[in-house]
């Protein structure tokens, strides 16, 4: 157990929907890292948060957006679901700002339909 | 850009000792990370170089040569639960996971 929580686990929609995609980090850990995993590829990095602030963006779609609340949790929000949004998310949290070591948490499997 | 290249797969039997290279193309660099991945978990961390040299944990170790833009992970006493996908990771201007390297351990 790597301490970074995400909810929910599963989730299953439409195309065209729009989705919210929470994780809880390591507790002191201040930055907040998103990914995408798409089936039996890699991991897509989407962006980081330090301490409430935007540090680092990756190859986030325009319809993808992410913030980190004062209580230093983090949703991603997902609009305009497409088929191959389908992929697994995992946030990732590290102590400071730098991303050497980063613990992940066990990931959401988005479904779209 | 940033980008990094891995083989895709290396196979090896119990005890033996495997070295997954990644070559890195970067914008600025800080670090060079290593992760292991099994199938439908997360990736969990195993090492990071900043610096050039070689970095020891346990039977695993990590090398970097950052004139060669170079890496590798050495696993040595090779044992089944060894069998999992491992992903490079190079912290530069972004954060960019190479490609990742399936390992089967066979008996």
């Not at chain 1, 850990?29 to 998103?34: A, E």
């Not at chain 1, 980063?102 to 990931?107: A, E, L, R, S, V």
């Not at chain 2, 833009?69 to 990771?89: I, N, R, T, V, W």
């Amino acid at each position: 157990d790597s301490g970074v929580t995400q909810t929910p686990k599963h989730l299953i929609t439409a195309t065209g929907q729009r989705v919210t995609l929470r994780c809880s980090p390591r507790s002191g850990d201040l930055s907040v890292y998103w990914y995408q995993q798409s089936l039996d590829q890699g991991l897509q990095f989407l962006i980081q948060y330090y301490n409430g602030e935007e540090r680092a963006k990756g190859n986030i779609l325009e319809r993808f957006s992410a913030q980190q609340f004062p209580d230093l949790h983090s949703e991603l929000n997902l609009s305009s679901l497409e088929l191959g949004d389908s992929a697994l998310y995992f946030c990732a949290s590290s102590v400071g700002l730098a991303a050497n070591e980063q613990f992940f948490g066990p990931g959401t499997r988005l479904t779209v339909l | 850009g940033q980008s990094l290249e891995q083989p895709s797969e290396v196979t090896a039997v119990e005890g033996a000792i495997v070295q997954i290279n990644c070559t890195y193309q970067t914008s600025g660099f800080y670090g060079l990370s290593w992760y292991q991945q099994h199938d439908g978990g997360a990736p969990t961390f195993l090492s990071y170089n900043a610096l050039d040299g070689l970095e020891e944990t346990g039977r695993f170790s990590s090398f970097l040569s950052r004139s060669d833009s170079y890496g590798y992970l050495l696993l040595q006493e090779l044992q089944m639960k060894d069998s999992a996908s491992y992903f490079c990771a190079v912290e530069g201007q972004n954060f960019v996971f190479g490609p990742g390297t399936r390992l089967s351990v066979l008996p």
